[in-house]
């Protein structure tokens, strides 16, 4: 409760929050198109190639103000994402290899045009650095401001652009047919996809800032099969890493944002692919070890009826070692018989041996009866 | 003075790095047939239909819908793509996926309503998959699916159908329900274009044939061009099973 109303009430804390929610909003939202549209590493191509934007702002201008240094993140940010399509069209290097490639090549730039910076004499490039991995603490409101207004932006396109990116990430073959031209849709998607990346950037780092884009949307796809609540849910995991681990690192010194978030966002990932109805790998296991029992008790129903058919009489039960002999996995025998006679199909005698009961018969003949023609047991 | 041709294509050359994989096609179809392309693979049928569509940029060749170039008809074209073309775990519904058909006529930004919602339930009738309409596509079997990709071309409610391998690995109900809607979209005058694989249903399916393989072999009228010499030129000699002995007149 504390901690809560510590962040209600203390300015920075409040700062940090509301900033971190707005960007994960953004970037969980873009990041459910980007991961359908199995662009998952696209936002990591963005948000290293806006290393050397953010620098070149910074050299050109001289001014540290967020605003010019988000300018210049989304204008390199988008020219990496004009520089994969470009190799994509004009060469037959396949797309991980033009991923892989921007993001080198526009990362290695930058790295190099911070490290240049920081050698010179004047002070003021002091924390441009803070952009490697990320520095929520540093979020001041004018920040949180600029965040919530182009995050903002970034959402609203969404809403309005609905139904075009829908075709665009489903079928965008079908959607040229219709007269739609996918491939302004497509810029339009990635432009907003670089703007939701680049305003996140000064809290949560270029290194890690694409587990915002990919994490959220990988563990809403989980719980969800409609586009809509995907969406939803993926803006709304974003938001909760991002104040997760932004809270978090703000209230540890030293502990930088990008890190805490990545961590966050991982263990929404984990829990959703473990526990998510349907889709997750609990339940899917749980299905299986129901499906194995209820196999193992139909087995056991067999041997039963089998052993019925011998002696011709539900009166007469068999012990349970007779059964197990009869099984290759003597241990299975057991369990299937509690599971039988929780159904119905068998039961305890007196004598503690087993028997089936009419019901039981019943359905074992109506399983494993054969036709006349192969003859029964009898 | 007669209609012009639901379909026209002249002279159409279509190369992949050099490779060309259609040469020199002329194609006309008239208006409210049922036309079946065949040819073996790698012959450039799926590559006609996306030419026709725009979607395949071509080295030379020139196409018409009803007399007019494509961009100004393209209302009038429907296009039913192979099925294995999208991810069908996508999170979208049955009914969404045939509401997109719609999407051309509402235009930018304008959202699907309950208009969009009836005609898309209308042709999922058509289709007998109406029961579906609420279901997660990846829970559809393979016919279903085609089903629902033919749902989806029939709310465009156009005069002209380009189909890609609609009976492509369906079931027996899918495949009766194809040929149902099919003979139905031709007695309301429309016109329908489909890659096909199975040469044996050829005679009973379609009024018309091409044999294609990158140029084209034949044109016409099912009984006088899918001859047994014309499959062995098509084919070049390897006629698949059910091919010529069964050719004019059918089963």
Known sequence: MSFLREILFDYTLRNVALGAAALGLASGALGAFAVLRRQSLLGDVVSHAALPGIVLAFILTGSKDTLVLVAGAFGAGWLGTTAVSTIRGRSRIPMDGAL???????????????????????????????????????????????????????????????????????????????????????????????????????????????????????????????????????????????????????SMPGLPTGPAIVLAATGLVALSILFAPCRGLAWERARRIRRHGRLRAEAVLADLFAL??????????????????????????????????????????????????????????????????????? | MSLPPAVQVDDLTVAYREQPV?????????????????????????????SILGLVEPAAGRVRIHGAPYAERRREVAYVPQRGSVDWDFPTSVLDVVMMGRYGELGWVRRPGAAERELAREALRKVD??????????????????????????????????????????????????????????SQGSTVVAVHHALQTVPEYFDQVTLLNVRRIASGPVGEVFTPANLRLTYGGLVPFGGPSVAPGGA
Do not use: C
């Open chain 1, 308 to 378: 019925y058919r011998q002696h011709g009489s539900l009166a007469h039960g068999h012990p349970a070692a007779v059964l197990e002999a009869l099984r290759g996995d003597p241990r299975a025998v057991l369990p299937a018989l509690a599971e039988l006679e929780e159904r119905g199909d068998a039961r305890r005698l007196p004598d503690g041996t087993w028997a089936l009961t009419g019901a039981g018969r019943d359905r074992a003949e109506s399983l494993f009866a054969e036709p006349s023609g192969r003859g029964g047991a009898r």
């Open chain 1, 100 to 250: 892989g490639i921007v993001l080198s090549v526009f990362f290695g730039i930058g790295l190099l045009l911070l490290t240049w910076v920081q050698g010179r004499p004047d002070a003021a490039q002091a924390g441009l650095d803070r952009f490697l991995f990320g520095q929520a603490a540093a979020l001041v409101s004018r920040d949180v401001g600029i965040i919530a207004v182009l995050g903002a932006v970034s959402l609203a396109a969404v809403g309005v652009f609905w139904k075009e990116f829908k075709l665009l990430s489903f079928d965008p073959e079908f959607g040229a047919t219709l007269g739609f031209p996918m491939g302004r849709v497509e810029t339009l998607l990635t432009t907003v996809l670089v703007l939701a990346i680049v305003v996140g950037l000064q809290a949560v780092g270029v290194v890690l800032m694409a587990s915002l884009v990919v994490a959220p949307a990988a563990a809403a796809r989980q719980w969800t099969d409609g586009l809509g609540p995907m969406v939803l849910l993926s803006a709304l995991f974003g938001a909760l890493a991002g104040v997760a681990g932004a809270v978090t690192s703000a």
């Open chain 2, 22 to 50: 259609l040469w020199d096609v002329d194609l006309e179809v008239p208006a409210g047939v049922l036309m079946a392309i065949v040819g073996p693979n790698g012959a450039g049928k799926s590559t006609l239909i996306k």
């Open chain 2, 129 to 186: 998959m109406e029961a579906f309409a609420r279901r997660q596509i990846r829970q559809l079997s393979g016919g279903q699916q085609q089903r629902v990709f033919l749902a989806r071309a029939l709310v465009q409610s156009a005069s002209v159908y380009l189909m890609d391998e609609p009976f492509q690995g369906v079931d027996a109900t899918t495949e009766r329900a194809i040929v149902r809607v099919l003979q139905e979209l031709r």
